[in-house]
């Protein structure tokens, strides 16, 4: 059975005080992983998909990592309006839908 | 980029009736997803959805709860019947659009409270 864990399930900064959220997964044969965005009351927002170890993509202050048996979202100088629940998903061997973890609570004090 | 238009947002609803949630996609897709999101918990996938034939429902949940429609490859409808305080959640409707370079696509989600 596919598991995600995420850490921390909140993480406090200041404005500009960078950091990384983790995501940590057991699958079987990963087919990709995502990371999304959630903001209080609404659907979660699409951020990235990687698909195999070593890779990394960008976007604005946010850089996600991929090895074998984790992801890092990482946070460079992050603002208030970057506050937000994060989720990191899996899409594994030959299912259709993807695994969630539990989600990273980031509030960022101005 | 592709919409999921999610209705209503939210409702109030009396112990014992039901609530149907419609998912409308800007896009012919082959399967839609409907999850539930338990206050200040993930997502838990409720079932799959494809146009044509029954919906597959994931352990825990049953059709007699949960009855799916998806008439069309754009739009399908989640209904929660006899609904209980417990069933007080976010529901979220989801696809596949444009491959998976561009992840799932997500409605807004219905809010639903039961009184």
């Known amino acids: 059975e596919d598991q995600v864990t995420q850490s921390p399930e909140a993480l406090r900064l200041q404005e500009g005080e960078s950091s990384s959220l983790n995501c940590s997964y057991t699958v079987s044969g990963l087919r990709g992983l995502f990371w999304y965005r959630q903001d209080p009351g609404k659907g979660p927002e699409f951020l990235f998909t990687l698909y195999s170890a070593g890779e990394e993509k960008e976007k604005e202050r946010l850089k996600a990592t991929l090895t074998k048996k984790e992801s890092f979202l990482h946070i460079t100088a992050p603002k208030p309006e970057d506050s937000a629940t994060y989720l990191c998903?899996?899409?594994?061997?030959?299912?259709?839908?993807?695994?969630f973890g539990s989600g990273t609570q980031l509030t960022v004090l101005p | 980029s592709a919409v999921i238009s999610q209705k209503p947002s939210r409702d109030i609803c009396q112990r014992g009736t039901s609530l149907t949630i419609q998912c409308q996609v800007d896009?012919?897709?082959?399967?839609m997803f409907w999850y539930r999101q338990q206050p200040g918990q993930s997502l838990t996938l409720i079932a799959t959805?494809?146009?044509?034939?029954?919906?597959?429902?994931e352990s825990g949940f049953v059709i007699d709860k949960f009855p799916i429609s998806r008439p069309n490859l754009t739009f399908s409808t989640l209904t929660v019947s006899n609904m209980s305080p417990e069933d007080s959640s976010i529901y979220l409707c989801?696809?596949?659009?444009?491959?998976?370079?561009?992840?799932?696509?997500f409605g807004s989600g219905t809010r639903l409270t039961v009184v």
């Open positions: 989801s696809a596949q659009i444009g491959g998976t370079n561009y992840g799932y696509t």
């Open positions: 998903a899996v899409l594994s061997g030959s299912a259709r839908q993807l695994t």
């Open positions: 896009s012919q897709v082959t399967m």
């Open positions: 959805a494809n146009q044509g034939s029954e919906a597959t429902y």
